[in-house]
């Protein structure tokens, strides 16, 4: 290692021991109540967390407790791989996923008061270019945010699936978009407040969810239901994704971090 990086990573280490780096978790708790994506007939869904006690304290096992546990790949806070999509079927699964695709910069797209506006607002090339121009060109293996004040519902299921007579609603980058982050910029991923990376109407675009067929067809990322996104600056802040090394797998609920310089 050169003594630059070794520098580096050691001002990483003093600032988390001193203070001057917050670790913000931008993770959604899990349990049995996580909303989960509902799709409609004749599709199948993806279950939600259920429990099955082992033991608990008891003769069955006097001195600890566990469960066994019922959960979809794509519940809670979790990870798209590109196998979770057709376009990327030939792609990486969880496990194969290399890890510095998992750990970079963070940068937010704040559409709150958009969404606030139009709960179904679509993100656009637009958007994307205004940002570079205030920002900066998106740096390689950065993972792109979009902010949207969503995580406020993320604890109630009506609010947060959205669903009126048109299907849900809910904000996402339209195909332009879509097309522009799967092969304009060397990003790792994109990531969502919502339940998933495409809007609620992606359904009816063309290609239907864009961003599910264009993003992980190119062989990136997905991430998806985050929290916290507001302690978080538009730039200068490191994501950290942590799925389970899941063999096969199309998705993984996952621990995601930022470590963030304060001040």
Same mark, same amino acid.
């Not at 390689?140 to 609603?169: I, Y």
């Given at each position: 290692?050169?003594?630059?990086?070794?520098?580096?990573?050691?001002?990483?280490?003093?600032?988390?021991?001193?203070?001057?780096?917050?670790?913000?978790?931008?993770?959604?708790?899990?349990?049995?109540?996580?909303?989960?994506?509902? !799709?409609?007939?004749?599709?199948?869904?993806?279950?939600?967390?259920?429990?099955?006690?082992?033991?608990?304290?008891?003769?069955?096992?006097?001195?600890?407790?566990?469960?066994?546990?019922?959960?979809?790949?794509?519940?809670?806070?979790?990870?798209?791989?590109?196998?979770?999509?057709?376009?990327?079927?030939?792609?990486?699964?969880?496990?194969?996923?290399?890890?510095?695709? !998992?750990?970079?910069?963070?940068?937010?797209?704040?559409?709150?008061?958009?969404?606030?506006?139009?709960?179904?607002?679509?993100?656009?090339?637009?958007?994307?270019?205004?940002?570079?121009?205030?920002?900066?060109?998106?740096?390689?293996?950065?993972?792109?945010?979009?902010?949207?004040?969503?995580?406020?519902?993320?604890?109630?299921?009506?609010?947060?699936?959205?669903?009126?007579?048109?299907?849900?609603?809910?904000?996402?980058?339209?195909?332009?978009?879509?097309?522009?982050?799967?092969?304009?910029?060397?990003?790792?991923?994109?990531?969502?407040?919502?339940?998933?990376?495409?809007?609620?109407?992606?359904?009816?675009?063309?290609?239907?969810?864009?961003?599910?067929?264009?993003?992980?067809?190119?062989?990136?990322?997905?991430?998806?239901?985050?929290?916290?996104?507001?302690?978080?600056?538009?730039?200068?802040?490191?994501?950290?994704?942590?799925?389970?090394?899941?063999?096969?797998?199309?998705?993984?609920?996952?621990?995601?971090?930022?470590?963030?310089?304060?001040?």
């Amino acid at each position: 290692m050169s003594s630059t990086r070794t520098t580096q990573v050691g001002a990483l280490l003093e600032g988390l021991a001193d203070g001057s780096v917050e670790i913000v978790d931008l993770t959604q708790p899990l349990s049995e109540s996580t909303p989960v994506i509902k !799709l409609p007939p004749p599709f199948a869904n993806t279950p939600r967390l259920s429990r099955e006690e082992i033991s608990r304290y008891d003769n069955r096992g006097p001195a600890w407790a566990w469960y066994t546990l019922t959960i979809g790949e794509h519940a809670g806070t979790h990870l798209d791989a590109p196998i979770h999509w057709i376009t990327g079927k030939d792609g990486a699964d969880v496990a194969s996923i290399p890890p510095s695709m !998992l750990i970079g910069p963070a940068c937010v797209v704040d559409k709150t008061a958009e969404t606030e506006a139009n709960p179904g607002y679509l993100l656009t090339v637009d958007d994307l270019e205004a940002w570079e121009a205030e920002n900066g060109r998106l740096p390689e293996r950065a993972w792109v945010l979009m902010r949207t004040g969503w995580q406020s519902r993320a604890q109630d299921e009506a609010a947060f699936l959205n669903v009126g007579q048109n299907g849900p609603e809910t904000p996402g980058p339209d195909v332009d978009a879509s097309r522009w982050l799967a092969h304009e910029r060397p990003i790792s991923g994109f990531g969502t407040e919502t339940v998933g990376i495409d809007a609620g109407a992606g359904g009816g675009f063309d290609p239907p969810f864009p961003l599910h067929n264009l993003l992980l067809g190119a062989g990136r990322l997905g991430l998806t239901q985050l929290a916290n996104l507001d302690r978080l600056p538009i730039t200068g802040a490191l994501i950290v994704v942590s799925p389970l090394r899941l063999v096969g797998g199309t998705g993984s609920p996952s621990r995601a971090f930022a470590l963030v310089p304060k001040g």
